[in-house]
């Protein structure tokens, strides 16, 4: 026989159950508006995180690519900067090698006037004057010192600034450098995009990186390299200009005391001409004399000693006339006219012997001042030549090293050409 089995436990009343069941379905429609509520916001954010993730990648694509434009802009103005700067750098330099070619250039002329200064020195006795000649070589001594000082100062200058333009391109070239590199890592990351396989995530990618500057530094770093390689490039061109002034100042001032330092020799020159056709006349005069003088002399001699036979010839007959006898031995007119003519004679001898002292005394005087003559004549001789030898020294001044041919030899300092005026002479160099 079956039996009715009871299964233990709790029993909960109908109301309960009803209750349970309404409690279960309110909950499922809560939590199903719940959910549905949350699917909606889930909806509302995921559009509005979409859009706003498309708008900010979108507005920082756009500032990277009006950065790029910004940075680019930037090392265009640089690239001309730097364009510019070393177009002068390369004309600055040009202009240090002309100024330095003009130094060297000054190192000739000065060599010219010290050796004509030293030629000069070996002048003789009255020829050591301080003439105009002497003066303007002095002068031209002096205008070359202070062209080569003035020069040297531009070359100091100059070399002062090309170390400031090279600082000013260094500053441009950094800064170019630093474009270029912005600009590549800006391209790049204006390529890159949600599907590019070498994007990650990065540890604490928002860190300020150290050294970082503001936008206003930034554009201020770059206006100041911009402006101070334009300041240095303007005050180059100015410095290029004063010494390409300076430059030719100093060629006009030597090239004017070339010209007078040459007028003054010329004009010494011709004064020495005139001075030795001066002493040239006179030495042949005084010759001339001379040979007069002596042939007087000898016809004076020749005077005497006849008048010396002569009054031996009037003395024989006086004392063979006093050996006459008694009363022939009387004064008569014989007696008186060789008398006469012993004091006559007498008186003749003592003025020709007279006349040949002072004719001697005055042939001495003419062959002391001969020598005088001849000795200015070869001192005059040796000024002239050594002027001369100047005057072709300078040449190097005008003649280019190449087609110079000196006309002096240099190994015996003796002239190899004949001067027109000194042909046939010999002339003595100190």
């Known amino acids: 026989m079956a039996t009715l089995s009871i299964k233990p436990g709790q029993r909960f009343r109908l109301p309960d159950w009803h209750i ?14 719940a959910s549905h509520q949350i699917r909606q916001e889930g909806r509302v954010l995921r559009n509005e995180t979409n859009n706003q993730t498309i708008w900010d990648e979108h507005d920082n694509r756009t500032r990277l690519s009006e950065r790029i434009d910004s940075v680019d802009q930037w090392k265009e103005i640089l ?32 060599d010219v006037a010290i050796e004509c200064l030293t030629l000069r020195e070996s002048r003789r006795d009255a020829d050591v004057v301080k003439d105009s000649a002497e003066d303007e070589l002095h002068k031209e001594v002096e205008v070359i010192d202070c062209a080569r000082e003035a020069l040297q100062q531009k070359i100091r200058d100059i070399f002062e600034q090309l170390c400031l333009l090279q600082e000013a391109r260094q500053h441009l070239n950094s800064d170019h450098r630093g474009k270029m590199e912005a600009l590549e890592i800006d391209r790049v990351c204006l390529s890159l995009n949600v599907h590019s396989p070498n994007i990650s995530l990065k540890v604490n990618p928002t860190r300020i990186p150290s050294g970082s500057c503001t936008i206003q530094q930034w554009d201020e770093y770059s206006h100041y390299n911009k402006d101070q390689a334009e300041a240095e490039r303007k005050a180059s061109a100015d410095l290029r200009e004063a010494t390409a002034l300076t430059i030719a100042e100093t060629n006009n001032e030597l090239e004017a005391q070339r010209v007078a330092t040459e007028f003054a020799f010329r004009k010494r020159i011709r004064e020495l001409e005139r001075a030795l056709n001066e002493l040239r006349w006179q030495e042949k005069n005084t010759l001339e004399e001379i040979a007069e003088l002596e ?13 010396m036979r002569n009054l031996k010839l009037a ?32 008186a003749t001898i003592t003025a020709l012997k007279q006349k040949l002292a002072q004719s001697q005394d005055a042939l001495d005087a003419l062959y002391k001042h001969l020598a005088r003559i001849q000795a200015d004549i070869a001192c005059k001789s040796n000024s002239l030549l050594l002027d001369n030898k100047c005057m072709d020294t300078r040449h190097k001044l005008t003649v280019p090293a190449e087609k110079f041919v000196p006309e002096v030899d240099t190994f015996n300092r003796t002239t190899n050409r004949t001067l027109p005026h000194l042909k046939g002479q010999q002339l003595e160099l100190v």
């Open 20 to 33: 349970n069941s309404y409690l279960l379905s309110s909950n499922a429609e809560r939590q199903r508006d």
């Open 79 to 110: 690239d001309k900067c730097l364009t510019d700067i070393d177009a002068e750098i390369d004309a600055m330099t040009q202009m240090k090698e002309a100024a330095e070619r003009a130094l060297q250039a000054k190192n000739l002329a000065l």
């Open 295 to 307: 042939e007087d002399i000898r016809r004076l001699e020749e005077d005497l000693r006849v008048k």
């Open 315 to 346: 003395h024989t007959r006086l004392e063979t006339r006093t050996y006459r006898p008694n009363m022939e031995m009387c004064r008569d007119q014989v007696q008186y006219g060789l008398t006469d003519e012993v004091h006559q004679l007498e």
